[in-house]
């Protein structure tokens, strides 16, 4: 689940859904998975939303980081049902921390990274134009959705360079791995955020004048299947908050 999912592909995005709605899910999930919000009573929703995001990948012909995914999460979901009541002491609280772990956060990041290869910048920007955010908020946004996919790509690069020098786990030279890699990555890290803030000031992000696109973006019948999913578990929040369930 490593190089190819950040990498943006616009012809190969399987199911066609709006920014606007990628975010709105990636929202749900951080609120109802990963922070438990409403309790038991709304976590039988939680499968389906750590369902979402294998299927999107599966539509967007991930097939591999989607069966990674599928895997790592039935195996922390199911250890943590059939072996959390089972153990004790130090051997319980690390499969408890662990499969918790796994089963709250790697839903959410699997959403974001699916969102982030599906969307361009273009799209991206568009749709928070249409929300009319303030462009000091739209410029280091878009900044930002550029620059995890191209760090991960650096630190690649970095890595198979470094095999090359056995400046690896392992290798003769373990104790030059800070060195050799974390410091140009660092070094990249700075040099990219700089890069992309020019980039994003040179398409006229920061101008006066209203910014132009050629992308189309706008609701359709998935996204307002999607949205309807993500407003459920707000309403049995709100039936709940004032007593009725």
């Known amino acids: 689940m490593g ?3 950040l990498q943006t592909s616009v012809q190969n995005r399987g199911l066609v859904l709006d920014p606007r709605t990628k975010l709105l899910l ?3 999930m951080a609120v109802f998975v990963l922070g438990y919000m409403g309790g038991e009573k709304l976590q039988l929703l939680t499968p389906i939303f750590c369902i979402l995001p294998a299927v999107f990948l599966l539509t967007a012909k991930k097939y591999k980081t989607a069966i990674g995914y599928i895997l790592i999460y039935s195996a922390s979901f199911l250890a943590f049902v059939f072996w959390g009541e089972k153990t004790s002491g ?15 956060f790697l839903p959410c990041m699997m959403m974001g990274a699916y969102m982030i290869s599906t969307t361009t910048v273009s799209e991206f920007t568009a749709a928070m134009q249409r929300m009319h955010l303030s462009e000091k ?28 020098r056995d400046i690896r786990i392992g290798g003769r030279n373990f104790s030059k791995m800070f060195e ?3 410091v140009p ?12 803030s020019a980039a994003a000031l040179t398409r ?36 709940q908050t004032i007593g009725i369930l």
């Open 3 to 5: 190089k190819g999912i």
């Open 90 to 104: 130090i051997i319980n609280f690390l499969l408890l921390g662990i499969c918790g772990i796994l089963a709250r």
């Open 137 to 164: 908020i739209i410029i280091p946004l878009s900044v930002m959705f550029r620059f995890f996919p191209t760090v991960i790509d650096e630190f690649a690069s970095i890595n198979a360079a470094m095999k090359m």
């Open 204 to 239: 006229g992000l920061g101008g006066t004048v209203h910014r132009t696109n050629i992308c189309r973006i706008g609701l359709h019948i998935q996204d307002i299947l999607v949205i309807l999913l993500c407003l459920v578990p707000l309403v049995l929040l709100l039936f």
């Open 185 to 196: 990555l660092m070094t990249c890290c700075v040099k990219i955020g700089e890069e992309l």
């Open 26 to 28: 990636l929202f749900t």
């Open 180 to 182: 050799y890699r974390i």
